[in-house]
């Protein structure tokens, strides 16, 4: 049997799959170049047997040609994000345990020395245009991609989902978004993550819709094609919706009008990934007439929680399950929720729900009650739609949209000659929902904010370094001698 995204672009082979200003590119096109890919990636074995390949290759075409290439060999695909550290990408191809990188021929440089300290083999994915040769056999049951995401550990764990996972989260959306081969739609968001990966390209491909990539998320290049009417769909974390506020509100009448027409003409618009204020939710709506779609979801079990395409859509709620998905409340060790009004941990079961945290069998294991995902959220029933409340652990922070792990940004400070203790937490932020934030006791002397930021320029990813800092003398602890955050954010 052949794997279920091929068979749909089979279905579609005639559809433009990518198109932008430049060029597009047909479903047929994709599938022969992913041939050809998965023919130089297997050389002379005949299966990649769940070798992991790590993918950096810029959005586009060739993104996803990359990625069936990788699984139509029967490897595990690991899209690394473009814009980390060097120390970041070690940590992703040493924890799943890589044995070659696929790389387009723009990034291929930047990570060709690290490939050889490592002995880690450099493929360069415009390079593989050998013949397509036959192609294994894939069980749906076999695992098909590692994200990694952050935690309640100081370094990100890997989650790994089968093709039978990622087909189930797809087609959920797919369904309740009513999804069709007719949709255009923009992806500026990173493709290390499950937004961009399924709810955009995943849903996209199986519908045989268009796709138009950005390199990153240009506000302007953005504007001017809603302006031209170019989408029917759009998708997005929150605070792309708060910059898009802010620039329809500085435009000027003209301006506002044609983008305003192009939002306005869409089928449909969600947010999801963060908490998306209901005061931006209405903003939006009296700004562009359209009503945001927001819905709730989670690396390790795809997208679980949406408001209504056809009804109600909330401000400030995430909606009821999606097809497919079941979710409970739970209090902790207490009893199953039933009713309304009564916060819970958020737990999902479904055939979404991934297979396990890569080489993290105690992980794995603590992360399931009852064979129900425990999710880590909070939230509450009323009248029918789930609303979100805050986490479990104060040790996990949203902010542009990424999870990040407090612990592990303290792990890189405490690495800071002058830093002798430190606790990050995220305080609440109108534009990235939370600002990292940094509260430091220093050894000696000075230390200002933009020469800390700048010495974590090589360390962290820009989207996790501080964008506050105080320097207090000692940090808030509790008999145990453990740092309390409450009382850390309570110093601002
Ligand atoms: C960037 N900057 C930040 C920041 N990120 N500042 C504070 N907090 C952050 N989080 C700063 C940079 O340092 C830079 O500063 C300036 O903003 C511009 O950087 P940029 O990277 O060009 O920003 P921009 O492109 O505007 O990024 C905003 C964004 C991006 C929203 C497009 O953060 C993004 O793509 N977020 C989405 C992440 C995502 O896909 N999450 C989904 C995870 S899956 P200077 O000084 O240099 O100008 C998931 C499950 C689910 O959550 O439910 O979907
Ligand atoms: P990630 O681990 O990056 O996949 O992020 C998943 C987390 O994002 C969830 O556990 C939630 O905390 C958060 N999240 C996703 N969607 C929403 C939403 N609509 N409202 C609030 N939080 C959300």
């Known amino acids: 049997m052949e794997l279920p995204l091929i068979s749909r672009a089979r279905v579609h082979a005639s559809r433009i799959a990518y198109q932008d200003a430049q060029s597009s590119t047909t479903y047929a096109e994709l599938l022969s170049r992913s041939a050809q890919i998965a023919s130089g990636l297997l050389g002379a074995r005949a299966d990649l047997a769940e070798a992991r390949v790590a993918l950096l290759v810029a959005p586009g075409a060739l993104y996803t ?48 020395g690290l490939c050889s300290r490592m002995g880690i083999a450099l493929r360069v994915a415009e390079e593989l245009t050998a013949d397509a040769k036959a192609m ?47 949709d255009r739609i923009p992806m500026f968001l ?26 990153r998320f240009d506000l302007e290049r953005v504007l001017s094609r809603v302006s031209a009417q170019a989408y029917t769909l759009f998708m997005a974390v929150p605070t792309i919706y708060v910059k898009l506020i802010s620039a329809l509100q500085q435009a000027d009448e003209a301006q506002r009008e044609s983008v305003v027409a192009g939002f306005r003409a869409m089928r449909l618009m969600v947010s999801g990934s963060a908490a998306l204020p209901a005061s931006v939710h209405e903003a939006w709506t009296r700004l562009t007439g359209q009503e945001l779609l927001e819905r709730y979801g989670m690396t390790e079990i795809g997208m679980a929680l949406s408001n209504l395409y056809r009804g109600e859509r909330r ?28 916060p819970g941990e958020i737990q999902v079961r479904g055939p979404g729900v991934f297979a396990a945290y890569w080489n993290r069998p105690q992980a794995s294991a603590e992360s399931f009650e009852e064979g129900w995902f425990r999710s880590g959220d909070m939230a509450v029933r009323e009248r029918g739609y ?9 040790d996990i922070l949203k902010s542009g949209g990424y999870k990040l792990s407090a612990l592990e940004i303290e792990a890189v400070l405490l690495e800071h000659p002058q830093i002798a203790e430190c606790a990050v937490i995220g305080l609440p932020d109108d534009t990235w929902g939370e600002a ?57």
């Open 65 to 112: 040609a990359a990625q069936w290439g990788i699984w139509r060999a029967g490897g595990i695909k690991l899209p690394i994000c473009l814009s980390a550290t060097e120390a970041e990408w070690e940590y992703a191809l040493s924890d799943a345990e890589v044995s070659t990188v696929l790389a387009d021929a723009a990034n291929a440089p930047r990570i060709a």
């Open 136 to 182: 294994p056999e894939i069980g749906l049951e076999r695992r098909a991609m590692i994200l990694h995401t952050s935690g309640t550990t100081s370094k990100p764990k890997g989650v790994v989902t089968t093709h039978d996972n990622i087909a189930a989260q797809i087609r959920s959306l797919v369904q309740a978004w009513e999804w069709t081969e007719q």
């Open 190 to 215: 990173p493709l290390h993550h499950i937004h961009g990966i399924i709810n955009i390209l995943g849903c996209a491909q199986w519908s045989g819709a268009c796709v138009e990539a950005f390199g």
């Open 315 to 342: 401000p400030g709620a995430v909606g009821a399950p999606l097809p497919g998905v079941e979710v409970r409340l739970k209090a902790e060790n207490g009893p199953v929720i039933e009713g309304e009004d009564e």
């Open 386 to 394: 789930y609303r979100i409340m805050g986490r479990l652990s104060v």
């Open 436 to 492: 990292v934030t940094a509260v430091v006791v220093l050894r000696a002397g000075r230390l200002e904010l933009p020469a800390l930021r700048e010495w974590c320029r090589d360390r962290l990813s820009v989207y996790k370094i501080p964008q506050r800092l105080k320097v207090v003398e000692a940090l808030p602890r509790n008999a145990m001698g453990k740092v309390t955050k409450p009382a850390v954010k309570a110093l601002f």
